[in-house]
């Protein structure tokens, strides 16, 4: 993307500052919330939020409030995208500013990891149970398996598989079904979810959504139900994830309307406060899919959440044009 030659100077302007360059490094990694950013910089939130509005106004940062919270991530579109990174990559790897940001982002990873591992073992043989009380399963499941389709899958991988539930809802319809996630209280309760479902063709392992070391185009059907929210960067799962989807293959994925219960975070470790279409839908046709269908399922009370289920299809390769190819 071109810019003129004053908007170029704009961009230099708005990056040429320590503090600000350093924010640029930390956001290329991940989008962060300004209190991870005044940790890891170990600076004022007035100073740092400083620093972001002037980014943010350069057109090189995007600000997006969720709840109570605001994060910020490097912008999708910007003609000094190119710029940035061509600024990072002179950093070098041994700069003492850029080791210790490194290494103190690292540490706000490995607490924020912890904090969803250890929810995730306090509460992992009642998951179902507190994930209900938010939503209708069996509205959720049945506008789920509609979303899907018949099938038949050849290949079903399940990002975050949790409990297991899209396996044993979904399994049948495939020929073959991957689910992985990082909890092993989580798998373990998945696996025995499986077995008594009789789905021996379901298969669970220990992996990571953002690097699952799948081949790319290895599954029909790939599914992220129920864990977007609790993700540091959504936006690299669902290139993950949409990775893996064959030519005419499915991404659905499952999760909350932007909502403004902030208890979520403290109580069940919820990082995003939900999801709005547009993010879900930039995402997705950034890796190449095209949004096939955008359900909503509104509560039941007013203390409920609305369950949006979105799947996007990566168009299928004509004959001619892989023999082209």
Not at 137 to 161: K, N, T, W
Not at 182 to 195: G, H, K, T
Request: hydrophobic share 45%; proline share 3%.
């Amino acid at each position: 993307m071109k810019a003129s030659s004053e908007k170029v100077v704009d961009l230099l302007r708005a990056a040429g500052e320590s503090t600000r360059l350093r924010l640029l490094a930390l956001l290329a990694h991940e989008e962060l919330s300004v209190l991870e950013l005044c940790r890891i910089l170990d600076q004022s939130q007035p100073r740092v939020s400083r620093h972001l509005k002037l980014l943010a106004e350069a057109g090189l940062v995007e600000r997006f409030p969720d709840g109570a919270w605001v994060f910020y991530r490097l912008a999708a579109k910007s003609p000094g995208r190119a710029l940035i990174a061509q600024a990072l990559d002179l950093i070098d790897a041994a700069d003492p500013a850029a080791r210790a940001d490194g290494e103190k982002l690292a540490r706000v990873r490995t607490e924020r990891a912890a904090g969803a591992q250890a929810y995730f073992a306090r509460n992992a043989a009642r998951w179902n149970e507190i994930r209900s009380l938010y939503v209708d399963e069996a509205e959720v499941e049945a506008a789920i398996l509609q979303a899907a389709g018949e099938g038949p899958f050849d290949e079903m991988v399940d990002l975050g598989a949790g409990a297991g539930r899209m396996l044993t809802l979904l399994g049948r319809r495939a020929g073959t079904a991957l689910g992985l996630d990082l909890s092993q209280q989580m798998l373990n309760i998945a696996r025995d979810e499986v077995a008594k479902a009789g789905l021996v063709q379901c298969e669970l392992r220990h992996g990571d959504i953002f690097a699952t070391g799948l081949p790319g185009g290895c599954a029909d059907l790939v599914t992220v139900h129920q864990v977007l929210h609790y993700l540091g960067d959504p936006a690299a799962a669902v290139a993950e994830a949409a990775r893996l989807v064959a030519d005419g293959g499915l991404l659905l994925i499952a999760d909350f309307a932007p909502h403004d219960h902030e208890f979520l975070r403290e109580a069940h470790q919820h990082r995003r406060l939900g999801f709005a279409d547009g993010e879900i839908t930039a995402w997705v046709e950034a890796a190449g899919l095209v949004l096939d269908s955008n359900i909503a399922l509104p509560p039941t009370s007013n203390e409920g959440l609305t369950v949006k289920i979105w799947t996007a299809r990566r168009p299928a390769i004509k004959t001619a044009e892989r023999s082209a190819a």
